[in-house]
């Protein structure tokens, strides 16, 4: 199965940008990365998703690298409210739909 | 509005009672799936499940049964055979098709076993 390797917290200074880095060397060609964040005490939330190429949306960026071993999720300007858990996610290439959680980075946001 | 209700929000419960953990999703998904989560732990997964009346292991199953005989509906039973009940539990749904599988989760629910 395909896992993932995050660094266990990071801090920010509010207005900064926030680069949560991911390892997931073992990744198979047809999967994709996924990003998802839980604020306490609550379900976590999909960021964002790709495959290779770098993807952007309302809440963030994603960057995978050319050999799609790494990844890193880009909060630009961080705020309080980004204080969470980050989980990068491998989609298992078993022809199942298994979704594999890690530790996550804990990221906290300085004011 | 389109989403996953989980219910209640907090469980109390005795040890040695089975106890069933109600998960409802309304964006009609066709995968479903059960999370437990430890206080400072990532999510593990328990159960999940494809299609209707189908459902597979997930890493922890031992002491947890589902069911789905309704697309929209995978309840969770916590049974006396599990050991350390006490946790905080996901509830999630995704599609099938297509190439994202993006997984909307609920609000979870918080079981408390003494």
């Known amino acids: 199965d395909a896992k993932t390797t995050q660094p266990p917290s990071m801090d920010c200074a509010e207005g900064r940008a926030a680069n949560l880095p991911c390892n997931h060397s073992t990744i198979s060609g047809n999967e994709y990365v996924y990003w998802y964040r839980q604020i306490h005490s609550q379900g976590p939330q999909y960021i964002i998703h790709?495959?290779?190429n770098n993807e952007t949306n309302e809440m963030a960026s994603l960057i995978i690298t050319e050999d799609r071993k790494s990844s890193t999720l880009i909060l630009p300007h961080a705020t309080l409210r980004d204080t969470a858990v980050y989980y990068c996610i491998v989609r298992v290439p078993s022809g199942t739909y298994k979704y594999i959680f890690g530790t996550g980075t804990r990221l906290k946001v300085l004011a | 509005d389109g989403g996953i209700t989980q219910s209640p929000k907090y469980l109390f419960r005795k040890e040695g009672q089975n106890v069933t953990l109600s998960c409802e999703q309304n964006?009609?998904?066709?995968?479903m799936y059960w999370y437990r989560q430890d206080p400072g732990q990532g999510l593990r997964l328990i159960y999940y499940s494809q299609i209707v009346n189908d459902f597979q292991k997930g890493d922890i199953a031992e002491g947890y049964s589902v069911s789905r005989e309704k697309k929209e509906s995978f309840p969770l039973t916590v049974t006396s055979a599990q050991k350390n009940p006490t946790a905080f539990y996901l509830c999630?749904?995704?599609?099938?098709?297509?190439?994202?599988?993006?997984?909307?989760f609920g609000p979870g629910t918080r079981l408390t076993v003494t």
């Open positions: 790709g495959l290779k």
């Open positions: 964006l009609n998904h066709d995968a």
């Open positions: 999630a749904s995704s599609m099938l098709w297509g190439t994202y599988y993006e997984q909307y």
